[in-house]
Nanobody
Framework: QVQLVESEGGLVQAGGSLRLSCAAS?????????MGWFRQAPGKEREFVAA????????YYADSVKGRFTISRINARNTMYLQMNSLKPEDTAVYYC?????????????????WGQGTQVTVSS
């Protein structure tokens, strides 16, 4: 099973930017995994943020982050990224990376078999 480790999140002011990374090890070759980012705010369910196919050629975004966040990957580095711009207080959450899509429902967290430990992102107003 692939092991995933997210980079440290942080505290940023509204309107600011932050980049998260997700490094993978073990499992199949990284280039075979579709991957995604999810987030969970206190008292709320885990929600889809963005997803990317195995080659990086196709991306998907939640409406709430479209135009502000960019998902990408560098397969040669076994790493996926989430560039977050124009951050809003409502983006505050624990962010998780996910890999190994078992069903073609990239927006559904239950469709992924491997998860990182999560990293806190806090956006102050």
């Amino acid at each position: 099973q692939v092991q995933l480790v997210e980079s440290e999140g942080g505290l940023v002011q509204a309107g600011g930017s932050l980049r998260l990374s997700c490094a993978a090890s073990s499992g199949r070759p990284f280039s075979t995994y579709a991957m995604g980012w999810f987030r969970q705010a206190p008292g709320k369910e885990r929600e889809f943020v963005a997803a990317i196919n195995s080659s990086g050629g196709t991306t998907y975004y939640a409406d709430s982050v479209k135009g502000r966040f960019t998902i990408s990957r560098i397969n040669a580095r076994n790493t996926m990224y989430l560039q977050m711009n124009s951050l809003k207080p409502e983006d505050t959450a624990v962010y998780y990376c996910a890999a190994d899509l078992l069903r073609p429902w990239y927006w559904d967290y239950s469709a992924y078999s491997s998860w990182g430990q999560g990293t806190q992102v806090t956006v102050s107003s």
